[in-house]
Structure formats: C-alpha cells, structure tokens
C-alpha cells in the first residue's frame, strides 16, 4: 500500500486548503490515518487523525483545533484535512500516515507504519 498526498499549495493567511490521501496499490488494513508536518528547522509534529473505520473518533492538535478538520472517505480510500482560516505558522510540508495506534496515542508518529511523500503548504502573511 502506497500513501498519496496532494492538494498543498501557497495561501494567504486566512484562506483554506483541502489535502488529500489516497491508499493505493492495495487494501488499507490500518485502522487509524494520520496527518503530521514539519516546518523548516522543526521536528515533525501531530497534527490530526481519524479512525479510517468504525466510530470515525477523531483528534487534533491544540494548535489546529476549531480550524482544521479531519474526514475519510472510505469508499474512495482517501482521507482530507480541511485547513481554513490558515497563519503563517502552519507553513510545512504536511505527511499522511497510517496505523494502528489506540485513540490515546494517535498523536504517536511511531506508531504509524505507512507514509506518504508529503505535500508543501505555504501560508503568506
């Protein structure tokens, strides 16, 4: 299974993006799908992820919440981040991930097995 991502791009502060993550060559067997990013000179860091089946329980990162959000689309196998009302601060290269970390970790990016490429997401100021 190979993780897509795509939709990155350069916005003004304000404005809103849409990634996507797209399983392909196979079936998705993780129960969890994550998106992490790295800004320049920082270490990759949590930002939200979705239970991929079943309850669809979900979390973010304090930073994004109320801001960003988190959806699947099981019968596409594909996963979105809606980012809206984006700052200068979310500038990175934003990563999907899949795995199989209970809810309480889902900010764990060990526990996620499978990784996109990343997708660049720069916000002007």
């Known amino acids: 299974v190979q993780l897509q991502a795509s939709g990155g791009g350069l916005v003004q502060a304000g404005g809103s993006l849409t990634l996507s993550c797209a399983g392909t060559?196979?079936?998705?067997?993780?129960?969890?799908m994550g998106w992490f990013r790295q800004a320049p000179g920082k270490n990759r860091e949590f930002v939200a992820a979705i239970r991929y089946r079943g309850s669809r329980a979900s979390s973010s990162a304090d930073s994004v919440k109320g801001r960003f959000v988190v959806s699947v689309d099981s019968a596409k196998k594909t996963v979105y981040l809606q980012m809206n009302s984006l700052k200068p601060e979310d500038t990175a290269v934003y990563y999907c991930a899949a795995g199989n970390p209970i809810y309480s970790a889902f900010a764990d990016e060990r526990l996620y097995n499978y990784w996109g490429q990343g997708t660049l997401v720069t916000v002007s100021s």
């Open positions: 060559g196979g079936t998705i067997s993780s129960n969890v």
